[in-house]
């Protein structure tokens, strides 16, 4: 089955980006480990899928154009609209070309691969795909397909995002998966975890890794 990931991601401009974590970290902080996050997230990504960064924000900015040549993926601009209206354009430029497309985010530099992989394995049986977050959104949504309507009404950015997209793509008739929960990192206390996860295990996400423990950020 030929498939396409998209890897969803803005630059990493202080006081833009990661703004929820700016109180614990910084706003020089937040955005240095947003850039960790997207090392890591195409570190293992970009190898084995067909993948490509679609960016909100500045495309020149030096981390977004260093981290695309390093690990060989297009880099495109996000089309205007809100999240679903961005999401369902990328969503259908990848299935005009593959048989399949998935976006994931990348503030989720855990992520293991063999949930994308579970991902592109339930779209051969199903429509719509979705990675639960314990916030109530997710971490990643892919199709097989077309699906305008999948997005309308969707409260993003709390609690209702999962659950409004599910009533959405059955609205519209199709049939839905849900994969197994991971985590992303939005809220300071999102960290605990991340820092928890990667004590013990610092492989699963190195550059967020070091960042966090070898040149630790700190809010000033």
């Known amino acids: 089955m030929a498939h396409a990931l998209t890897l969803f991601a803005r630059a990493p401009v202080p006081g833009h980006t990661k703004t929820r974590l700016i109180p614990a970290l910084g706003a020089e902080g937040a955005a240095r480990l947003y850039s960790a996050f997207l090392a890591d997230t195409l570190q293992r990504f970009a190898p084995d899928f067909s993948a490509r960064l679609s960016c909100a924000g500045e495309l020149t900015h030096p981390v977004l154009v260093r981290l695309a040549q390093t690990y060989e993926v297009a880099l495109r601009a996000q089309c205007e609209g809100d999240l679903g209206a961005r999401m369902s354009h990328d969503l259908s430029l990848m299935n005009s070309t ?90 300071p206390g999102d960290l605990r975890l991340l820092r928890a996860h990667l004590s013990l295990d610092p492989r699963a996400a190195p550059h967020t890794a070091t960042c966090l423990f070898d040149h630790p950020v700190t809010a000033r």
Request: hydrophobic share 45%; no cysteine.
């Open 98 to 187: 593959h048989d399949a497309g998935v976006i994931i985010g990348t503030d989720i530099p855990t992520l293991p691969s063999v949930l994308v992989e579970a991902a592109f394995r339930a779209l051969e049986r199903v429509d719509v795909v979705l990675g639960p977050t314990s916030d109530g959104g997710y971490y990643l949504v892919g199709t097989r397909g077309a699906w305008p309507e999948l997005f309308r009404g969707v409260r993003f950015s709390g609690p209702h995002a999962l659950a409004d997209t599910v009533v959405a793509a059955t609205r519209a008739g199709a049939e839905v998966a849900l994969l197994s929960p991971w985590y992303d990192i939005d809220e």
